[in-house]
């Protein structure tokens, strides 16, 4: 890898990482709904102003409707589902568990879609097991209470993903192919438009919200064009420079920096359970990513 590659994987890592910190603000503020709703709203908006600079051809080629439903188990419901556990949980903790999304996607593609599972990758999924409930039972005090719904919330979001690594596969990469910038485009126009009748829903029957919070406004503006738009680009290009499997260390990286954003900017701290949930839980996703030099997998 060059210096350059390195200094774009801290980027991606450092940037992914505040997505949780700006969620963790305006989530309280607004509401989760509305949150994840202007998340996507913006990505969707920023990469439409990519697109149009770059003069990209909108050819879907007859795959538009599956990159729809791909956005909404992508990214609407993830991104609702980090933003509740925004309310709840603090942003470390919603990072280290997104970290999972690599085991969620071994146990989905072993359970649901028959791939192999090699003896490596089911010890690393029990390791996760245990790390997630590591988390959940030995948390901090303050949020105890809450633990249980915002862990849940986070591991729908990284269910979520892992499915749409698999439906990606069949419904795009099976089938021709199609320009990443255009499954991305595409992907948060569907997120947008599952989430937007639940934000009608929520404005018209939810308690009353206050829309004029400039550091508020500041947070959705930031985790939609800089967390999802200018993320997007950073990720595909480093796919294209240095793979997908060296670009997947990204999952290690993310949770320290969500860490150090918690503490500097919401004064957050974290747990001995926590940490020690956090390396079994990095350990974890190491045994499932990492290259394996002879494959024993269970049928």
Do not use: H
């Not at 003069?55 to 409707?65: D, E, I, T, V």
Request: with cysteine; proline share 3%; hydrophobic share 55%.
């Amino acid at each position: 890898m060059r210096a350059i590659d390195y200094v774009r994987l801290l980027s991606l890592a450092a940037i992914w990482g505040a997505s949780f910190l700006f969620m963790r603000i305006a989530s309280p503020a607004i509401g989760a709904i509305n949150t994840a709703f202007f998340r996507v709203f913006f990505g969707f908006i920023g990469l439409a102003v990519i697109i149009f600079f770059i003069r990209k051809s909108l050819a879907f080629r007859g795959k538009l409707s599956k990159i729809l439903i791909l956005g909404a188990v992508n990214s609407g419901i993830p991104f609702l589902m980090y933003s509740i556990a925004a309310t709840l949980l603090p942003a470390g903790y919603s990072a280290i568990l997104n970290a999972t999304t690599p085991l969620m996607g071994a146990m989905i593609g072993f359970f649901v879609f028959s791939e192999s599972l090699s003896i490596r990758k089911l010890v690393g999924i029990a390791l996760g097991i245990v790390g997630i409930t590591i988390i959940t039972s030995v948390g901090d005090s303050n949020i105890a209470g809450n633990t249980y719904i915002g862990v849940a919330a986070c591991i729908i979001a990284t269910i979520g993903y892992g499915f749409a690594g698999f439906l990606t596969r069949k419904w795009i990469t099976q089938q021709g192919g199609l320009d990443a910038t255009l499954v991305a485009f595409g992907s948060q126009l569907g997120a947008t438009l599952f989430l937007a009748p639940f934000l009608v829903w929520t404005i018209a029957t939810g308690p009353k919200v206050d829309w004029l919070q400039g550091d508020i406004w500041l947070s959705l503006l930031a985790v939609g064009f800089i967390c999802t738009s200018l993320a997007y680009i950073l990720y595909f290009r480093l796919i294209a420079d240095i793979g997908p499997l060296r670009s997947l260390t990204v999952t290690f990286l993310v949770p320290p920096f969500a860490v150090l954003w918690g503490y500097l900017v919401l004064d957050e701290t974290i747990s001995r359970g926590f940490l020690l949930g956090s390396l079994i839980v990095l350990l974890s996703v190491w045994l499932i990513v990492a290259p394996e030099s002879q494959k024993q997998k269970i049928a």
